[in-house]
């Protein structure tokens, strides 16, 4: 799997071609604000929009690896803000009966705005949720990367990974409040995967309290778990003239399945939630703050 990266070094802002390998050193391209969304809108593959970098700029070698950078949300613009974060609601086979199949009619699955893409956090970063949540529930999930071109068609870029935190306890409540429960930050990973949306994503959740695992639980939410095609759920989404802006970069969250709220488990402030995608080698580890740090 072809992964891409960018960072921050020196004041300065580069991209990697490789997964970090821990202690190691990295290999990075300076590239402006901005340039890799117009290689991916002007290439027809992603090894064109490698190629083109790697042709025009000289790379640099950091010593001591991930020590000295400073990662980023993958394609996150710098200056404009232009990014969208959001995602699908109830998408699981888990929660249906039976299957759809080809044929059947396709009903498009609750959509929510999660948030601006300047409100994502990497991981080590807190999590801010409100201060009277009524109940957290962490929620492992796929992101589709996508950017728009000048037309305002949607170009696909990769995946990654995201941590939905969310008030499902406020939701319960009352449906209607779910715009509420969605405000909490998002955790996602650095890690851009360059290929068609996976099919296979299994890992597992440890909710550390105090420093000792509390809660712990496997996840699965790859294509083959999801009731929906991807694509008619993406293509579904992209009708709506809203999210199809020029320039604008679309995170979209897949959705997730049965977790730690559903255990009967509840998060508390400094709760550190860690998801393992052992799948493909990726961690997103956060610690959970009730409220504003004081």
């Not at 991209?15 to 809108?41: C, S």
């Not at 083959?224 to 809203?242: C, G, R, S, T």
């Not at 020029?246 to 399945?257: E, S």
């Amino acid at each position: 799997m072809s992964v891409l990266f960018e960072c921050e070094y020196q004041g300065e802002r580069y991209v990697g071609f490789e997964k970090p390998v821990p202690g190691e050193a990295l290999t990075l391209y300076r590239v402006n604000d901005g340039r890799l969304q117009a290689e991916f809108i002007a290439a027809e593959t992603p090894e064109e929009v490698v190629a083109a970098i790697k042709a025009e700029v000289e790379p640099i070698t950091v010593e001591g690896g991930e020590e000295q950078v400073r990662y980023l949300p993958p394609l996150l613009p710098a200056t404009t803000g232009n990014a969208l974060l959001s995602g699908f609601m109830r998408t699981h086979k888990s929660k249906f009966e039976g299957e759809w199949s080809e044929g059947d009619e396709f009903v498009a699955p609750n959509w929510f705005f999660k948030g601006f893409g300047s409100w994502l956090k990497l991981p080590g970063d807190p999590l801010v949720v409100p201060e009277k949540a009524v109940a957290l529930i962490e929620e492992p999930e796929v992101a589709l990367v996508y950017v728009n071109d000048d037309a305002g068609n949607p170009r696909y870029v990769g995946y990654t990974f995201g941590n939905d935190l969310c008030d499902i306890g406020l939701h319960i409540q009352n449906p209607g409040w779910n715009p509420y429960c969605k405000l909490c930050d998002t955790s996602i990973a650095p890690w851009l995967f360059l290929g068609e949306p996976p099919q296979s994503v299994t890992g597992h959740v440890t909710i550390e309290r105090d420093g000792a695992p509390a809660w712990e639980g496997p996840f699965d939410c790859g294509g083959d778990a999801l009731y929906w095609p991807i694509q008619q759920m993406v293509d579904n989404l992209f009708e709506y003239p809203a999210v199809r802006r020029p320039g604008l970069v679309n995170y979209i969250l897949l959705g997730a399945d049965k977790a730690s709220y559903h255990d009967g488990f509840r998060i508390a402030h400094g709760d550190r939630i860690s998801i393992d995608v052992k799948s493909h080698g990726v961690v997103l580890a956060n610690e959970v703050s009730f409220g504003l740090p004081k």
